[in-house]
């Protein structure tokens, strides 16, 4: 089993930043890759950014991209997601979610970490 636990949420006004931490346990070998996702008040959850096992392969949203930069530390196991010139729209819950069997597929998902960006 592989648990995920995010932290770093907050309230933050516009134009702020904020760094959020997902810590991995369990089985974290054979890790394929990492994903944070995102839901708002009333809307579907939605990709945000991914890291690939190495680091070497990354991606964004386009809503985000420019803005938040997704990074893992593979020694501490714990993935970062630094979120730069927030907007109120980027207002939501923030999953980090880990990909065992197949690239991009989800297996494991951590309980989110709430963020909120006053205008």
Do not use: H
């Not at 196991?77 to 979610?97: F, G, H, R, S």
């Amino acid at each position: 089993q592989v648990q995920l636990v995010e932290s770093g949420g907050g309230l933050v006004q516009a134009g702020g930043s904020l760094r959020l931490s997902c810590a991995i346990s369990g089985r974290t070998l054979s890790n394929r890759g990492m994903g944070w996702f995102r839901q708002a008040p009333g809307k579907e959850r939605e990709f945000v950014a991914g890291i690939s096992w190495s680091g070497g392969s990354r991606s964004y949203a386009d809503v985000v991209k420019g803005r938040f930069t997704i990074s893992r530390d593979n020694a501490e196991n714990t993935v970062y997601l630094q979120m730069t010139n927030l907007k109120p729209e980027d207002t939501a819950v923030y999953y980090c979610a880990a990909s065992y069997t197949t690239p991009s597929v989800y297996d494991y998902w951590g309980q989110g970490t709430q963020v909120t960006v006053s205008s």
